[in-house]
């Protein structure tokens, strides 16, 4: 699991000279759905997912959206993304970022456990427990 490059900068100032993070006051993260890996120095619209209806998934910064354990942080509750009504791609990976829509700044990225294709009626759904944050 990687941190975006933006993301990387703002915790290295945090750490070592107490600047505040930009994004401590958002009550959401945003999960993104994308095609290919969208790279450290990428943002939350590299390769997203452009299936007609999708959209990115707002999940809480709390104890309903993210449990936590040790140096791991995975979703609380099933991450539903809305069903696809045209279109097919595979999806490879996804991200956590800031912002509903937008070249969002991803705070992390990862693969998906297993690449999910994705066409007509097909509704993306993500169990609880399944997108996992490491930290190490």
Known sequence: ???G???????????FRGTSVPWSANGNFYVALHTA???EGGN????????????????SRDAGGWALSGNQASNAAE?????????TETLTHFSIGLAAT???????KGALTDSLAISNLITPRFPVGTLVVTED
């Open 1 to 3: 699991m990687s941190k």
């Open 5 to 15: 490059n933006t993301t990387e900068g703002e915790l290295v100032a945090f750490i």
């Open 37 to 39: 890996d969208p790279g």
């Open 44 to 59: 939350q619209t590299t390769s997203e997912a452009a299936y007609t209806g999708y959209a990115r998934v707002a999940v």
């Open 79 to 87: 991450v539903t993304f809305p069903e696809c009504t045209g279109g």
């Open 102 to 108: 937008s070249t969002s700044q991803i705070i992390y």
